[in-house]
């Protein structure tokens, strides 16, 4: 089965990252990973594959995937991290590229990403590097990669010096995001994803938002229905911002929202059990609306039904909701100050006018900032 014959099975949808030379799509459905073999073979360079996950995913849905590639007669290495944000760090890189040369991986030969973004980031930088460039199919397990981070091709490993900081814009060649693996994902991660479903809504689509309020929960405890809803919608969405502005000169920084408060506080916890990215960027949205409302530009209820709809699901909605971390208003302004987004020495945010009309700004001076900052943290 190929990709554009699979797409025609009508429990598949299909979205295209529509990028000249390096356009790709997204297949999003149930049981693809059982069906990846057969969707691969006639698009691989080579029949012989490496994949990268983690220990988690590895335990639950490795052997699916191999025994798909197997029936396909497609050969494969594994290479296995341990889960977590600590493996988006440059040892765990450093250890992929060796373990990656030591078995030979050819140029031909494409990587697999099967896990969540912290696979997706880790190999997609990998596969960037390796040998100056090989292909990469991403299989996302989590949510948050479902509708995010397997899409859009920013890689990228954390330094010591805050997030994200080394990477580069690499598309992957295919999608498959398996609605099916979800139903293992446990409810934390879920959550996690779901901020960043919530965040298409508030950047650029009313009507998403609205929809997320009626509609949330049932993402949330598993309607495969609404799951492909949700995954599609956000999906649609993040191609078409990236198709505009794949490197991030001008609009595609939307997808920032929330992202230079949420990778502040992340660098503060040490990318620990703590808080994971979704919780970060769910706290992170509320911090860009209780800013944009404390300068005049949102209504102060689009502030609190946001909130509201967070707190509602379960997810934290205030810094000190964290527990385990000493948190200083002036650190986490440290951190801002290394955001990818900095131009002229000036931090640039994503604030909000209303629900669903978001802008990037690069005005706001830090003393405002800071007193936001202050303002969170305070019990
Ligand atoms: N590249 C991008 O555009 C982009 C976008 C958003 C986020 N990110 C990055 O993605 C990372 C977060 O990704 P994440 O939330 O997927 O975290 P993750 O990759 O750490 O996965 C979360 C946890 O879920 C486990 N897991 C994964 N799939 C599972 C499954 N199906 N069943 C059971 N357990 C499963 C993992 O082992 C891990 O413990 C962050 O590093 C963030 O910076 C990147
Ligand atoms: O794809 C994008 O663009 C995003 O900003 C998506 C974010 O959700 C994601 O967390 C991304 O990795 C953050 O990018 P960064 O450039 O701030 O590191
Ligand atoms: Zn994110």
Same mark, same amino acid.
């Given at each position: 089965?190929?990709s554009?014959?699979i797409?025609h099975?009508?429990?598949?949808?299909q979205? +295209?990252?529509?990028?000249?030379?390096?356009?790709?799509?997204?297949?999003i459905?149930?049981?693809l990973?059982?069906?990846?073999?057969?969707?691969?073979?006639?698009?691989?360079?080579n029949?012989?594959?490496?994949i990268?996950?983690?220990?988690?995913?590895?335990?639950?849905?490795?052997?699916?995937l191999q025994?798909?590639?197997?029936?396909?007669?497609?050969?494969?290495?594994?290479?296995?991290?341990?889960?977590?944000?600590?493996?988006?760090?440059?040892a765990s *890189?450093?250890?992929?590229?060796?373990r990656?040369?030591?078995?030979?991986?050819?140029?031909?030969?494409?990587?697999?990403?099967?896990?969540? $973004?912290v696979?997706?980031?880790?190999?997609?930088?990998a596969?960037? /590097?390796?040998?100056?460039?090989?292909?990469?199919?991403?299989i996302?397990?989590?949510?948050?990669?479902?509708?995010?981070?397997?899409?859009?091709g920013?890689?990228?490993?954390?330094?010591?010096?805050?997030?994200?900081?080394i990477?580069?814009? *690499?598309?992957?060649?295919?999608?498959?995001?398996?609605i099916?693996?979800?139903?293992?994902?446990?409810?934390?991660?879920?959550?996690?994803?779901?901020?960043?479903?919530?965040? *298409?809504?508030?950047?650029g689509? *009313?009507?998403?938002?609205e929809?997320?309020?009626?509609?949330?929960k049932?993402?949330?405890? $598993?309607?495969?229905?609404?799951?492909?809803?949700?995954?599609?919608?956000?999906?649609?969405?993040k191609?078409?911002?990236?198709?505009?502005?794949?490197?991030?000169?001008?609009?595609?920084?939307l997808?920032?929202?929330?992202?230079?408060?949420?990778?502040?506080?992340?660098?503060? /916890? $040490?990318?620990?059990?703590?808080?994971n990215? $979704?919780e970060?960027?769910?706290?992170?949205?509320?911090?860009?609306?209780?800013?944009?409302?404390? %300068?005049?530009y949102?209504?102060?209820?689009?502030?609190?039904?946001?909130?509201?709809?967070?707190k509602?699901?379960?997810?934290?909605?205030?810094?000190?909701?964290?527990?385990?971390?000493?948190?200083?208003?002036?650190?986490?302004?440290?951190?801002?100050? +290394?955001?990818?987004?900095?131009?002229?020495?000036?931090?640039?945010?994503? %604030?909000?006018?209303?629900?669903?009309?978001?802008?990037? /700004?690069k005005?706001?001076?830090?003393?405002?900032?800071l007193?936001?900052?202050?303002?969170?943290?305070?019990?």
């Open positions: 089965m190929t554009s014959s797409a099975s009508p429990a598949v949808s979205v +295209q990252v529509a990028l000249g030379l390096r356009s790709y799509e997204i297949l459905g149930a049981d990973i059982a069906g990846a073999g057969a969707i691969l073979k006639d698009m691989i360079k029949p012989r594959v490496a990268v996950t983690d220990e988690n995913v590895a335990a639950l849905h490795l052997n699916g025994n798909s590639l197997t029936e396909a007669g497609i050969q494969f290495s594994t290479f296995v991290f341990p889960p977590g944000e600590s493996s988006k760090s440059i *890189y450093s250890d992929l590229m060796n990656l040369l030591d078995s030979r991986i050819q140029r031909d030969e494409a990587l697999i990403a099967l896990g969540g $973004g696979i997706g980031d880790l190999t997609g930088f596969a960037s /590097t390796l040998r100056r460039g090989v292909d990469f199919i991403q996302p397990t989590t949510l948050l990669s479902q509708v995010d981070s397997s899409v859009g920013k890689t990228g490993i954390n330094a010591p010096q805050g997030k994200n900081l990477g580069a814009f *690499y598309q992957p060649r295919l999608v498959l995001a398996d099916s693996a979800l139903d293992t994902l446990p409810p934390r991660e879920v959550l996690a994803g779901y901020a960043e479903v919530v965040k *298409y809504g508030l950047l689509d *009313y009507e998403i938002f929809w997320l309020e009626l509609n949330g049932k993402v949330i405890e $598993g309607d495969a229905a609404a799951r492909i809803y949700a995954v599609e919608q956000s999906v649609k969405a191609a078409r911002i990236v198709a505009k502005d794949e490197r991030e000169g001008g609009v595609r920084a997808l920032n929202l929330g992202h230079t408060f949420g990778h502040a506080l992340e660098a503060e /916890t $040490g990318y620990g059990p703590h808080l990215h $979704g970060a960027v769910a706290i992170g949205m509320i911090m860009a609306a209780e800013l944009s409302a404390s %300068l005049g949102l209504d102060r209820q689009d502030c609190g039904r946001i909130r509201a709809h967070f509602s699901l379960g997810l934290p909605v205030r810094v000190p909701d964290i527990a385990g971390v000493n948190w200083n208003a002036e650190k986490l302004l440290a951190h801002m100050r +290394q955001d990818k987004k900095i131009s002229g020495g000036k931090i640039t945010l994503i %604030l909000m006018k209303a629900i669903g009309d978001t802008f990037i /700004t005005t706001i001076e830090e003393a405002d900032i007193s936001l900052l202050q303002q969170e943290l305070k019990e």
